[in-house]
């Protein structure tokens, strides 16, 4: 199955959903137009009870060359049709409306909705990443990349500070020295690199990146079931924000409770027992457990 796009790439076959960052002429740089269609591709993934795990990757020699600078003042441009977005309302104090939509950062934006996923996102570095390029990787689960795949955090050497809401995830990803260290020169890290510091779990070749991607993908999606899978991901993200280890047992104990007693879990071990691939019933779309989400998100302001 394939899905109309401009700026990005979307396929599903064999129940795992590729999405490719699809403007190789400027190393798939970011502009508001692609942002809004991966917003709009991981909610069409999340909705499709046939997709198990998501690929994200790059197009041409790229992975994301950050944001799309390249048009002046068109880089700001959201809609992608040449009309300017309102600018940033100010107060009367002349001080800037921080709780409007348009003071947003678009990067914070996306690296929410990883984070809010309910399948698997895997991130599949085919080359350089920086900026937002980097930082949107973060919220992914599984990142791996070729061995000609770079990736910068360089926010400071562009006069800005932290997006993507990398001051969140990069300390959790690398621990908060080395995100330090990371950011505040902005250096680019070489693919040996990005696997010594714990960015990526595995560097291949160039022509293996896609593969060995799916192979992960089709290992989740052919053994697992999808409504476990939906939650683990949720449980382990968020529990990163937990103040005690009290709040994971709450939450594991539904878990255990309502999936223990569900067709998935009778399958799960009938499946071993038959030493046979399983064949879970169970639907993200229709079978969450009634303590999902456990969760209330804060809104923007």
């Known amino acids: 199955m394939t899905q109309p796009f401009e ?13 490719t960052l699809n403007r190789p002429d400027v190393f798939n740089a970011m502009g508001a137009a692609m942002l809004d269609e991966i917003l709009t591709a991981l909610d069409l993934v999340d909705a499709d009870d046939g997709v198990g795990a998501v690929i994200i990757t790059g197009a041409g020699k790229g992975f994301c060359g950050g944001a ?23 107060l009367a104090d002349g001080s800037i409306d921080y709780s409007t939509e348009a003071a947003r950062d678009g990067g914070g934006r996306l690296a929410l909705r990883i984070f809010a996923s309910l399948k698997p996102v895997i991130g599949a570095i085919n080359g350089a990443g ?28 562009r006069g800005i500070v932290f997006e993507c809401c990398s001051s969140w995830f990069l300390p959790r990803v690398v621990g908060i020295a080395k995100a330090l260290e990371l950011s505040l020169s902005g250096r680019i890290l070489s693919a040996a690199e990005l696997k010594e510091v714990g ?37 382990a993200w968020r529990s990163l924000g937990m103040a005690h280890p009290m709040e994971a047992h709450r939450i594991e104990s539904r878990g255990i409770r309502t999936r223990a007693a569900s067709p998935d879990a009778k399958e799960g071990v009938t499946s071993f027992v038959e030493k046979r691939a399983p064949q879970f019933p169970c639907r993200v779309s229709t079978d969450m457990p009634d303590y999902f989400p456990w969760w209330e998100d804060p809104a923007y302001f």
């Open 130 to 157: 920086v900026g937002i390029g980097a930082s949107m990787l973060l919220p992914m689960d599984i990142r791996i990349c070729s061995d000609k795949g770079r990736l910068g955090f360089v926010y400071a050497r």
């Open 7 to 19: 700026h990005i790439l979307y396929e599903v076959v064999d129940g795992v959903a590729t999405l």
């Open 199 to 235: 960015l990526v779990s595995e560097v291949t070749s160039a022509e293996d990146l896609l593969p060995r991607a799916r192979e992960i993908a089709l290992e989740i999606v052919r053994n697992t079931a999808p409504v476990s899978v939906a939650l683990m991901r949720q449980m």
């Open 68 to 90: 799309d600078l390249s048009r002046g003042k068109a880089a700001f441009d959201k809609e992608g049709d040449g009309k300017q977005t309102p600018s940033v309302p100010v």
